[in-house]
């Protein structure tokens, strides 16, 4: 056996290097210079959903992005998981369940309105052989930009022409408050903003839900507040499958499922986001759940295994039929 | 908060079947009951790379199927990583490195010749934009049907018409022994007469390496023995990046990374293949080099950390752009 180390490898790459130099002929296929579509299909029951990407937002580390942890340890865990240590890759990923009679939509994405990083579920959307017109029913996890610009395009027009939009009422409460604008907290005002700018002129085509509420067949909502006030994961269940949609519950699983003790500054209250983390984290534990996450790494589903003092996120395998 | 048990969630299932039976509208979009197109392209250096699925094969498993490991304890590694506990997916990834000059693909995948549940290279390559013809160099890893079959259609056709089909020379060497077919065990009897219908009449366009030889540009050729007898891993390079292409160093990483010292029945040499196992797997670990593992769940790729007595896997986050 030859010795393979980086180093050596490297080696091998410059002295290719300077052959490539040498050659002018070309690969018969030109580079895509794009990731192919990003869409996962998977059934529970006899409901297909499909996960479909759009794109991620590097967020900026800083020392105070998880409000009570040691910037050392979380530079330590995001290396630990092969991430960068001064950004964090934080994907966005929709779920379009399909039951058979309802296309369900659970968040809509960024709308290409973010970053520009970001902004793929409406290819993603068409490659699944979907139309916007299409879709019945938008269940909305929370107001952050992530999760409700898709709703709208760019020019404020709505994007999905017959879908029902349905929001926690908490939620809704909070956000659309006409006296929040001039009391909210510079930190969230732009989200307070745009939320508005989202729901207020098609107020009428919003309905709202509480906790337990049914909101298609099979699919029903889980008060999960302290992200945001009305904060919501979803539940959806055909026979004997079910999956554990939690929206926002924790950020990337590398650093919040591992640590779901700690607070990162996108949760509004610390506090209650970490009570609601831990406790849907331990119940899908517990019962071995099939789980979904926005900001998980895409396709987004997998179990939920406790690890030390907190858990882990095994990753689906993906299934290629 | 309500409850949220996976008892809680299915008893809402059966509430929404009911409720289902009773409707008869249609969803606007059909089920596509099929797998979105499976590929997933990265850049090492100024390559392009396109892991490309073959699908998967379903390998039942018996007490035999590890040769030394308790077989409870080849089960319960199955059911902790949520995997069925009497067959084991094993994903098959073939991979396409496109170096600016040349299109050359690691193993060929089935040929849709083996398992029902394999066989979808074709088209993830066509999705992928790339025709058969525009293949310049492949490189194969050893000569088990999932690798090489690919090479031909099952009416014995080439399948890649322009390239030039590069194999170690230890490999050709025991397959296309003319005394094998007559000596060979009962157990690889079939992937005797399989390898050479496959590459019998078309030895003329297959030339043989050695380890350590640059077979394209940036691309070398690492021994691995033991799998089978000139089984090879590859390092791919470009600029300061590089990814270790294992092939079948080690089988599903559930067991065998996470458990280098398991033999797998798969693993011709079983004491040899656990050397070239941990030598590779604890060289990746120290060098916190990209790996690519045929049989990795797809897309196959990621870093490998010590765990335990093992190693286990940590699979890349898929890049959406």
């Known amino acids: 056996m030859i010795t393979f180390s980086r180093r050596d490898v490297l080696a091998g790459a410059a002295f290719a290097a300077s052959a490539l130099s040498a050659s002018r002929s070309l690969a018969a296929a030109p580079f895509a210079s794009m990731q192919a579509s990003t869409l996962y299909r998977y059934n529970i029951g006899s409901y297909e959903l499909t996960a479909l990407s759009d794109g991620l937002w590097e967020r900026p580390i800083d020392d105070k992005f998880v409000r009570n942890a040691d910037p050392a340890d979380v530079r ?3 290396t630990d998981a092969f991430l960068p ?5 934080i994907p966005f990923t929709a779920l379009l369940v399909n039951t058979g009679s309802k296309l369900v939509l659970i968040d809509t994405g ?13 290819a993603n959307l068409a490659a699944a052989g979907v139309t916007p017109a299409q879709i019945d ?36 409460d909070f956000w659309m408050d006409e006296s929040l ?16 700018r989202i729901f207020r002129n098609i107020a009428d085509g919003v309905t709202r839900f509480s906790p337990g509420a049914e909101l298609a067949p099979g699919i029903s909502a889980i008060g ?3 992200h945001t006030p009305g904060h919501s994961a979803f539940a959806v269940a055909s026979g004997n499958d079910s999956v554990l949609v939690l929206s926002d519950t924790s950020n990337h699983p590398k650093l919040f499922v591992r640590h779901p003790e700690w607070q990162p500054v996108l949760d509004m209250d610390g506090e209650a986001a970490v009570a609601t983390r831990k406790k849907l984290l331990d119940r899908a534990a517990s019962d071995r759940m099939l789980v979904q996450g926005y900001h998980f790494p895409f396709p987004g589903s997998g179990h939920i295994v406790r690890s030390g003092s907190g858990f882990e996120l095994v990753p689906v395998e993906w299934q290629p039929l």
């Open 181 to 196: 604008p001039g009391r909210a907290a510079p930190e969230i005002k732009g989200y307070v903003l745009n939320a508005r």
């Open 85 to 89: 240590a001064d950004k964090l890759p």
């Open 110 to 122: 960024s709308g290409g309105q973010i970053a520009a990083t970001a902004g793929t579920f409406n």
């Open 224 to 226: 999960a507040a302290g």
């Open 137 to 172: 029913i938008i269940l909305i996890s929370h107001f952050h930009p992530d999760h409700i610009n898709g709703i709208k395009t760019k020019d404020d027009e709505r994007y999905f022409p017959n879908a029902e939009i349905k929001v926690a009422q908490a939620e809704w």
């Open 76 to 78: 330590k865990a995001m």
